[in-house]
């Protein structure tokens, strides 16, 4: 089975401890969904297309567990923090076998 991988783009527009209080809510659905963190915020070179402050990539051992953490009442409340700070893109891409 592939593994799957979140691919988020963020730019924050609000107040940088709410946006540390989403990092910590969502932290126990990440722990329990397996996520390994492959890039967090580092530096970026944009070669084409808009760029986004804060890019992620996280990895999942599938597109169930993905979904699954994305989904999950922990994730949930820490979403709804996130949007109240941020605006970007989420998509969810599944790697090859």
């Known amino acids: 089975m592939p593994k799957a991988y979140w691919i988020a ?3 924050l ?3 940088p ?3 540390k209080k989403y990092v910590e809510t969502a932290k126990p659905a990440f722990e329990r969904h397996k996520a390994k963190f492959m890039a967090r915020g580092g530096k970026t070179e944009v070669l084409e297309g808009k ?3 804060r890019n992620v990539i996280i990895e999942f051992p599938s597109m169930d567990e993905a979904l699954a953490c994305y989904n ?3 994730y949930t409340a820490a979403r ?3 949007q109240t700070v941020s605006e970007g893109e989420f ?3 599944e790697g090859v076998e």
Do not use: F, K
Request: no cysteine; glycine share 4%; net charge negative.
């Open 9 to 11: 783009r963020v730019d």
């Open 13 to 15: 527009q609000g107040d």
């Open 17 to 19: 401890e709410t946006y």
């Open 51 to 53: 760029a986004r402050a």
């Open 72 to 74: 999950s009442p922990e």
């Open 80 to 82: 709804a923090i996130r």
């Open 91 to 93: 998509v969810l891409v």
